[in-house]
């Protein structure tokens, strides 16, 4: 799956969509049901301008498709992948949206559970060799 970049944003609609919404149907959900913009793909850091941007997932009703919509800078993308013999591991169903990792994304479309996904944790080292 190809995302802007690696420092991406994730957020995911938690309740079901009509799949039959495109583009435009989307990006009006995002900012009328999500409350966000999805515009977001260049920011100033330190005076500096870095690819940052936010992918937004969404589910349809059987939970056998997922729909990911993005601003890459110039235009809306929309990639959509449909699972043959299973369903997508979604979260429980609430009114908003939830965040994920690059991991849990990775974990998510390629069909695996991704709540079992876990960040190792790093720890500092006590002295440089």
């Known amino acids: 799956m190809m995302l802007p970049s690696h420092r991406v944003r994730i957020l995911v ?20 049901v999500l409350q966000e913009d999805y515009f977001t793909h260049c920011r100033q850091v330190n005076g500096t301008f870095t690819v940052r941007g936010t992918a937004f997932l969404f589910l349809s009703k059987r939970a056998d498709r997922l729909k990911i919509l993005f601003w890459d800078g110039t235009g809306l993308v929309m990639a959509s ?49």
């Not at 609609?13 to 009328?32: C, E, I, M």
Request: glycine share 6%; proline share 4%; no cysteine.
């Open 13 to 32: 609609a938690t309740q079901p969509v009509d799949f039959r919404k495109g583009h435009d149907g989307l990006a009006a959900l995002v900012q009328s």
């Open 81 to 129: 992948k449909r699972l043959e013999e299973t369903a997508f591991a979604w979260p429980a169903i609430w009114d908003g949206v939830m965040t994920l990792n690059r991991a849990q994304f990775e974990a998510l479309f390629a069909g695996l559970d991704w709540r079992k996904v876990r960040a190792l944790e790093v720890r500092r080292p006590a002295a440089a060799e």
